[in-house]
């Protein structure tokens, strides 16, 4: 890094910590947004269910024999934790509405410890949910996408997964997901909004792929995602989220 930018970026560290000075949003130790005996208190969902008809109970968030049959954009979602745990909703708000991007990490370890309870395979490539230009601009990371490199690296110690934020961009500026109140809505609104990068192909073509975002309402966006994935011809479309968020 040059000395510019790494002046920039303590004084950035700074400006954050004196506005915010870090203690445990559950437990308010200090030195630390989530403390270890927090992050471990918190638990991981028992039971997973279809993301398409969200009526059957499937392993581990995988679509249903009746859905299966569909074709649906995506194979499967798997949902880590709940968002009505006060933990993970303030971890959530301060990650992407307070740029606490230092709660990566321990948000990170939840998807590495639901990957393991629920024993999903490895995927081949890690794809964030993208985040539009403008919004990018506006919160200067994309959460998605630090969960999805955070997990690329750590999910299998030493053998780093793949992961790319160019095989998928948003292309349509849609108000936030959260305000629209109605599925139909959400669908309207997502139509088209995303787009593949046809140039890699060849690199996701019968591969296993992840995508990683860090809540999902309805599953619309991922649904959106997906279907626009599949014209880069994966094996399989697998989701991973930390909570619905309702
Ligand atoms: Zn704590
Ligand atoms: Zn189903």
Known sequence: MTKILKFLKNLETATLDTLLPKHCLSCDQEGTFLCQNCLKKIKLNSFQICPICQKFLTEFGETCRY??????????????TNYKDPII???????????????????????????????LLIPDFIIPVPLHPLRLRWRGFNQAELLAKNLAKNLLPGFPIKVDN????????????????NAKNRQQNLKKAFQVNLKFLEKIKNKRILLVDD?????????????????????SIHCLVIAKQK
């Open 67 to 80: 859905c299966k049959i569909l074709k649906p954009p995506i194979d499967s979602l798997t949902i880590a």
């Open 89 to 119: 909703s303030k971890s959530i708000h301060l990650f992407k509405y307070k740029f606490v991007t230092e709660l990566t990490d321990p948000l990170t370890k939840i998807l590495i410890k639901t990957y393991q309870k629920n024993k």
């Open 166 to 181: 160019r095989v998928l961009t948003r292309i349509k500026f849609t108000s936030t997901q959260v305000k629209l109140k």
């Open 215 to 235: 809540v999902s309402t309805t599953g619309s966006t991922l649904m959106e995602c997906g279907k626009e994935l599949r014209k880069l011809k994966p094996k």
